[in-house]
């Protein structure tokens, strides 16, 4: 799969989709909402994913302005590459430019995220918000589009 210009994300974890529970398969979604089947196992899908991470960290080096830009906002980039290494099943982060959605645990709050003072003067000064430690990450999404 192509990327362009940072549009697509890759997930840090693993889209597990189980129509027939004999058969599990395993996903990449992108931003586009194209799918990527990983494998048929935890440990195909977990190579699949180093795979793309390794193409969209080559695709980057031809765009440096997009390596800042691309990663969800809300999520550090230290945080993204920790739970990556981890391999971490089901929760999972969307590489994104200016969506500012993301599917994520809806009981995340700012603080669980550990977003820093500058990511949320950020967010507060982008989208005229009022952000706090402890509020939930989807109500502040919500906030966003109903704004």
């Not at 992108?30 to 793309?52: P, Q, S, Y």
């Not at 290494?85 to 969506?99: H, Q, R």
């Amino acid at each position: 799969m192509e990327f362009s210009e940072g549009k697509y994300k890759i997930v840090t974890g693993i889209f597990d989709y189980k129509i027939n529970p004999k058969n599990p398969k395993y996903f990449a979604k992108f931003l586009n909402d194209d799918v990527e089947v990983l494998g048929h196992t935890e440990d195909e899908a977990i190579e699949g994913l180093k795979k793309l991470y390794k193409e969209y960290k080559a695709k980057n080096k031809l765009f440096p302005s997009h390596s800042d830009q691309v990663l969800n906002p809300y999520v550090p980039t230290e945080k993204f590459q920790e739970y990556f290494d981890k391999g971490i099943s089901i929760a999972f982060f969307e590489l994104i430019e200016e969506d500012p959605y993301t599917q994520i645990d809806d009981e995340f709050t700012v603080q669980d995220l550990e977003l820093s003072n500058k990511q949320i003067e950020i967010i507060n000064d982008k989208y005229q918000l009022s952000v706090r430690p402890e509020d939930v990450v989807v109500d502040i999404f919500d906030r966003i589009k109903n704004s």
